[in-house]
């Protein structure tokens, strides 16, 4: 592969940043992820205190004397200060999530449709290509990735889904009255106003929810669990039946938990008794359709959860953490989803909506396909799936890679039909025949190393691009579309 200069992309920086801030670990502890981790880890000292105070105010005040009252105001205003400490910092938590949360927007909304679903394939592509696909550092990547990618998905299947054949609940179902006589799909243009207000009212409590679904993992009875008595087991391995079932109840619990006492409502900042009542009540409902959305992904059946509950199967495959992940694998993600669909674990409606806007084949990943010039078969190109709504789910919008078996940094858009795509076994078995040597001197051709070669099969399925993506020149695979 040529070698350009490396660093990333405006837009590459950005996400970067973006996981950073949601799921990454620094010195600074700043994180959405590290702010709940501190939180948890200072909750029971926290009740202690608060427990100790009250006890020895309810023993003053049964005392009564005149000795005890300036001890018992005291103690009161302790009390006081001390919980307006514990309100501030939920606040700068909640504060800091729904600031990330616009951050996730405005990367991946743009002002029409069209620049949305192609800015959201942009963001879901590249959290892909920087996710390594085989060694050590796939799982922690992928559990840092996974929030993000999620929530993405989350906004997307919001505005592909019929949300009139989901049981949404009062708080959806008035939030979408209020914009019922403007184009949903174009009410940025329409009315910036209702946009805004929609995008605060739902858009930031779905993010917030999809943020959080996993968040109770953390709690230290999570991480007993996942660690094992010894702390030394690693938390991505399989768990029994019983150990499954323990986390998955204390990560509901501790989640909730989190969400109304170490998150809350964002405190309001004004004199205006009757502006800060009207935002108490907004801010308040938002808490609540959070939580509704938490809980109603638990069992969605035909509800609302389903927006939240299909995104994060989809994405618990895709950025597996597992150790059987095999990036081959990536696009029988549908699969597992319509099994869970026929078990009951979802609404089969709303797979079929995440299915029209993804297709078969992620965002990002490898596609190896037989080009229409290529005369008797003798070449494969590689390119990457880099847009969402493919007209045939199984024939991937994708940007060329390689040109001639050389690697390209500007290539075109190409629908890659199914009868072209060496993915599909059928397609792999005409192209066989080609001798050996052919296929050694293509592999030579396209791989960086012979190290690389002889792990590769003769004949590719698939194509793994982070390598590629590392190259600054490589990562402008969106800046334009044009279809060959």
Known sequence: MSKYLTGDTNFTAKVKILLSKIYGRSPLKDSVLERAISYFELEALSQRKLDKLNN???RLVSVGSDKSKNKLTNLKREQRDYLQVLRQQSNERAQQLQLVCRDIIELCEGE???????KSAELLGTIQLLSPTEGSKVASVNERSKPLYRGVLTLRLLDQICLKTL????????????????????????????YLEFVDHVKIPMLMAAILQDIGNYHPDAQMIMQGSDGKKSVFRALNVEERKALLQINYRETMKYLVNGIGVVMYLGNSKEERNTFNKVET??????????KGSIQPKLGVGNILKIPQIYTAIVLSTKDN???????????ALYQNAERGNCCRGVVDSLYKITGDFPQGFGVIYIPKDSDQNVRYEYAIVTQLYPEKPNEPICRIATRQLAFIGHGHDLVVKKTNNLYFVETAKEFSSINKERLNEILELL????????????????????????????QKLWNRMNYS
């Open 167 to 194: 049981s949404s609940g009062a708080y959806l179902t008035q939030e979408l009255a209020k914009i019922s006589e403007y184009d949903y799909q174009d009410l940025r243009n329409e009315n910036e106003t209702a």
């Open 56 to 58: 020895e105010i309810t």
């Open 447 to 474: 791989s960086s190393n012979y190290l690389e070669r002889k792990k590769l099969d003769l004949l590719p399925r698939c194509w793994q691009p982070e390598e590629f993506f590392t190259q600054k020149i490589n």
């Open 285 to 294: 409902n938002k808490l609540r359709f959070v939580k509704q959305l938490l």
């Open 112 to 118: 029409t449709r069209a620049d949305t679903n192609k």
């Open 325 to 335: 992940y095999n990036y081959k694998l990536l696009p029988k993600v549908y699969q």
